[in-house]
């Protein structure tokens, strides 16, 4: 079974600057999560979706981060513009429905911004 | 919202000794506690989980004990090898209407030496 992809690894941007980050899911599953990470820190949600629909962005940075799930397959999280503080490695992460299913983690995208 | 605090933030242990990490919890209606071992470079991975209606889980070397009374619980490794050195992060899940997020611990860096 293949696992959650993402690209790119790593992006190097300037402050300012736009990024976009693309994820896609283990074939079949539902929910798909948005986390980041700071280093040195466990990964914090920054949007969850069901399908295609959005069930939590209660801590994403809406003046500054987007992001959809057309389909309900894949998606795509932007940061415009990006502050030094986004540096930081963005996971993505699946399960096959809600509650306790097992969320199964990307290997991320390492950002930084000078 | 769910805070989740877990020590120690490293840990060093010799090769064939047990290694323990423990997190405590502050929202009383959280329900699941994955565990998760993140290796550099890679997103987190789950090794093991419990739920608040179990005490006690065991998965060879790895078992997890839950005290929802005192809201903690703990990550025991057995026999720890070389390749049990990676960082752990705890969780804690409470569910609602908003979704199912992970909360999650600082993470400790564990460490084995031959």
């Known amino acids: 079974e293949a696992g959650v992809a993402q690209s790119p690894r790593y992006k190097i941007i300037e402050k300012r600057q736009s990024v976009a980050f693309w994820c896609n899911p283990i074939?079949?599953?539902?929910?798909l999560y948005w986390y980041q990470q700071i280093l040195g820190q466990g990964p914090k949600l920054l949007i969850q979706f069901q399908n295609n629909g959005v069930v939590d962005d209660s801590q994403l940075p809406k003046d500054r981060f987007s992001a959809e799930r057309l389909k309900g397959v894949d998606s795509t999280l932007k940061i415009q513009p990006a502050k030094l503080e986004d540096s930081a490695v963005y996971l993505c992460a699946s399960s096959f429905g809600r509650g306790q299913d097992t969320q199964y983690f990307g290997p991320g995208t390492r950002l930084t911004v000078l | 919202g769910e805070n989740v605090e877990q020590h120690p933030s490293t840990l060093s242990v010799q090769e064939g000794d047990s290694a323990v990490i423990k997190c405590t919890y502050s929202?009383?209606?959280?329900?699941?506690f994955p565990w998760y071992k993140q290796e550099l470079g890679k997103g987190p991975q789950l090794i093991i989980d419990?739920?608040?209606?179990?005490g006690e889980k065991k998965d060879q070397r790895i078992a997890v004990t839950l005290n929802k009374t005192a809201k903690h619980f703990s990550l025991h490794i057995t026999e720890t090898q070389p390749e049990d050195s990676a960082v752990y992060f705890c969780a804690a899940v409470v569910g609602s209407n908003s979704g199912y997020a992970l909360n999650f611990g600082k993470g400790t860096s564990l460490l084995v030496t031959p």
């Open positions: 419990i739920r608040s209606n179990v």
């Open positions: 074939s079949g599953h539902a929910t």
């Open positions: 929202d009383s209606a959280s329900n699941y």
